[in-house]
């Protein structure tokens, strides 16, 4: 089976600019969570989606990031306008919905440079 | 709420023998998983062991073992006959089991450990 897919997977852009991420989760997996590591910090949670709603956005740093899963398939992720500090590596997992012990599979992630 | 932590930023081992990688977290629930990821250089993080909290016995997959010791909240990680394969980042998570269903993929990671295997 695909994995989850991440694009891209580099971006550079310049502070005041606009950036979206996407995540592919694997079919079927209804769960699908954002995640993003700054540099040399620990990776922390940013939000979870059952399908296409928000569950729990808990972690999400403020409103310059929005998050959005229309369809329940395939996730973005918006930054608007970057700073300095979103950059990092940013994480998306997906899982099945009722499978409290299934694995969380992880995307390669997007690595974001804000200039 | 919870916090992991990694007091190891960088180990290394050589190819064929054992390390162990170190593994704190802090909380007042009695009911949580444990994880050990890895992250190989450009690639995807995968699931190297867990660790169910009520689970007195120790969890094993293969070469990898856990020294999970839940009143001095530790969960170490094993890596016997170390291959080169193993070289990555590794991360510590916590995952709490009270918050019910829904919170089953919100995991709390520790700051990573990079592991170098060398020949």
């Known amino acids: 089976e695909a994995g989850v897919t991440q694009f891209p997977s580099h971006s550079v852009i310049e502070k005041g600019q606009t950036v979206t991420l996407r995540c592919d989760p694997i079919?079927?997996?209804?769960?699908l969570y954002w995640y993003r590591r700054v540099m040399g910090k620990e990776i922390k949670f940013l939000l979870h989606?059952?399908?296409?709603?928000?569950?729990?956005e808990s972690g999400m740093p403020n409103n310059r990031f929005l998050a959005e899963r229309t369809g329940g398939t395939y996730s973005t992720l918006k930054v608007q306008p970057a700073e300095l500090e979103d950059s990092g590596v940013y994480f998306c997992?997906?899982?099945?919905?009722?499978?409290?012990?299934?694995?969380?599979?992880f995307g390669n992630g997007t690595r974001l440079t804000v200039t | 709420a919870q916090t992991v932590t990694q007091s190891q930023p960088e180990m290394s081992v050589q190819e064929a023998e054992t390390v162990t990688l170190s593994c704190t977290y802090d909380t007042s629930e009695s009911d949580y998983y444990l994880f050990w990821y890895k992250q190989p250089p450009s690639r995807q993080m995968i699931l190297v062991i867990r660790q169910e909290a009520y689970k007195q016995q120790n969890a094993t997959e293969n070469r990898f073992s856990v020294n999970f010791q839940k009143a001095a909240k530790s969960f170490s990680l094993k890596i016997s006959d170390s291959q080169l394969g193993d070289a990555a980042m590794y991360f510590c998570a916590y995952r709490s089991e009270e918050a019910g269903g829904t919170s089953y993929g919100k995991l709390t990671f520790g700051q990573g450990t990079i592991l170098t295997v060398h020949p």
């Open positions: 079919s079927g997996h209804d769960n």
């Open positions: 997992a997906s899982s099945q919905v009722g499978h409290n012990n299934s694995p969380l599979h």
């Open positions: 989606f059952v399908k296409e709603s928000k569950q729990d």
